[in-house]
T-cell receptor, first 114, second 115 residues
Framework: DGGITQSPKYLFRKEGQNVTLSCEQNLNHDAMYWYRQDPGQGLRLIYYSQIVNDFQKGDIAEGYSVSREKKESFPLTVTSAQKNPTAFYLC?????????????FGPGTRLTVT | AQSVTQLDSQVPVFEEAPVELRCNYSSSVSVYLFWYVQYPNQGLQLLLKYLSGSTLVESINGFEAEFNKSQTSFHLRKPSVHISDTAEYFCAVSDLSGGYNKLIFGAGTRLAVHP
């Protein structure tokens, strides 16, 4: 089955620790995205990548970092600089980076930092 | 920049009743519009989309949405809801200003279908 895998589904960390969220897709999509979801705020774009070894900041990139070494993989690191990291994180991909193509979403990772 | 307003944060409705979830977007230029559905603790699934052509678009499970350019709206409707439609629904619009496939999402509407 083609799709997007995010792991783990639930993640708990202590404040001050960096944590990396995994996102893998086997849809052969070029573009990949990371969103953050908070209750009542919809989804906000953290980072996106159009091709391997290239990525751009979204609207709320501060305190996050990404890499895109392979087409299938787009891991997100939540660093200790992120002031409020507890949230639901969603990874998405699309066929290519044009406006008419919908984005496909993974199941999400719920991160709790205490 | 584009923005999306979903006018109702929660919509309670009884099973088999009709429902309308409202969505307004900010731009009057050409847009692509989407409705996504999210079940608890899951990712988003595309429900339907408007790209061009007929202003009325339908999903396979009975939802429909109508693109109204003059009112900059893309309201989602279903004539008879089921318990299984209970979920959160997000309206999204493509933002053409950034040079890439950027989606702007509304805050979501939580649909609660009661027996």
């Amino acid at each position: 089955d083609g799709g997007i895998t995010q792991s783990p589904k639930y993640l708990f960390r202590k404040e001050g620790q960096n944590v990396t969220l995994s996102c893998e897709q086997n849809l052969n999509h070029d573009a990949m995205y990371w969103y953050r979801q908070d209750p009542g705020q919809g989804l906000r774009l953290i980072y996106y990548s159009q091709i391997v070894n290239d990525f751009q900041k979204g609207d709320i990139a501060e305190g996050y970092s990404v890499s895109r070494e392979k087409k299938e993989s787009f891991p997100l690191t939540v660093t200790s600089a992120q002031k409020n990291p507890t949230a639901f994180y969603l990874c998405a991909s699309s066929i290519r980076d044009t406006y008419s193509y919908e984005q496909y979403f993974g199941p999400g990772t719920r991160l709790t930092v205490t | 920049a584009q923005s999306v307003t979903q006018l109702d944060s929660q919509v309670p409705v009884f099973e088999e009743a009709p429902v309308e979830l409202r969505c307004n977007y900010s731009s009057s230029v050409s847009v692509y519009l989407f409705w996504y559905v999210q079940y608890p603790n899951q990712g988003l699934q595309l429900l339907l989309k408007y790209l061009s052509g007929s202003t009325l678009v339908e999903s396979i499970n009975g939802f429909e949405a109508e693109f109204n350019k003059s009112q900059t709206s893309f309201h989602l409707r279903k004539p008879s809801v089921h318990i299984s439609d209970t979920a959160e629904y997000f309206c999204a619009v493509s933002d053409l200003s950034g040079g890439y496939n950027k989606l702007i999402f509304g805050a979501g509407t939580r649909l609660a279908v009661h027996p």
